[in-house]
């Protein structure tokens, strides 16, 4: 608009035929002039008008993500607390068809060399995590998870599991076995990244 404008004026310009004619030509330029500034002034105010609704849904889409964030702290909290009294066992074997009884006799091994006086009634479930069976492509095999009764054993287990480094079991296929907390995803992923941070820190004060 503003550019067909100007045009219009350069036409007329060049087709300005004697001077007589110069006052109104100059008045009507004026009057072209003057729609010409209305026009960017109204573009400017629309501009500044956009600008704050830009920033107006800037900040809810702020208070959106903050909010959702902490729902999803909240809805990890809960799930982790449902999974207070679980612990996972990794390193065992496992074998083509393998029962929960076969399962859970390997892991009272397990159990039993970190506690002796532990039985099999204190675990409510045992059962093993989705997976293949460990192949020479899968390096592998599925982790177990167990719960137990009474939170005061599974701590006990979980305090005591270094015992496992020197631990030795009826079993000989059995021999690298790590015992970890039953994160949820998002504490996993909080876990990595503070071992990876103090990984860094570590390795930048060695190098200093």
């Known amino acids: 608009m503003i550019s067909s404008q100007l045009n219009e004026m350069k036409t007329e310009l060049k087709n300005l035929g004697g001077l007589k004619d110069l006052p109104s030509k100059f008045e009507s330029f004026e009057n072209q002039l003057s729609d010409i500034l209305n026009e960017i002034t ?50 065992i074997p496992m074998p083509d068809n393998e029962t929960n009884a076969e399962v859970e006799e390997k892991v009272l091994q397990v159990l039993k060399s970190i506690d002796t006086t532990i039985t099999k009634y204190a675990i409510n479930v045992v059962h093993r995590l989705r997976g293949k069976p460990k192949t020479d492509q899968n390096k592998t095999c599925p982790g177990i998870i167990l719960r137990f009764i009474d939170k005061k054993n599974r701590n006990n287990i979980y305090s005591s599991r270094k ?24 504490k996993k992923t909080l876990t990595c990244s503070s071992q990876s941070k103090n990984k860094r820190f570590t390795l930048e004060i060695s190098v200093d």
């Open 42 to 91: 109204t573009i400017g105010s629309n501009m500044d008008h956009l600008k704050e609704e830009n920033a107006q849904l800037n900040k809810r889409n702020r208070d959106l993500e903050e909010k959702n964030a902490k729902l999803d702290s909240q809805l990890n909290e809960i799930e982790q607390y449902g999974r207070r009294q679980n612990l996972e066992i990794h390193g």
């Open 163 to 186: 015992r496992l480094k020197s631990a030795e079991f009826d079993d000989p296929r059995i021999n690298r076995v790590f015992i970890n907390e039953n994160l949820t995803s998002g």
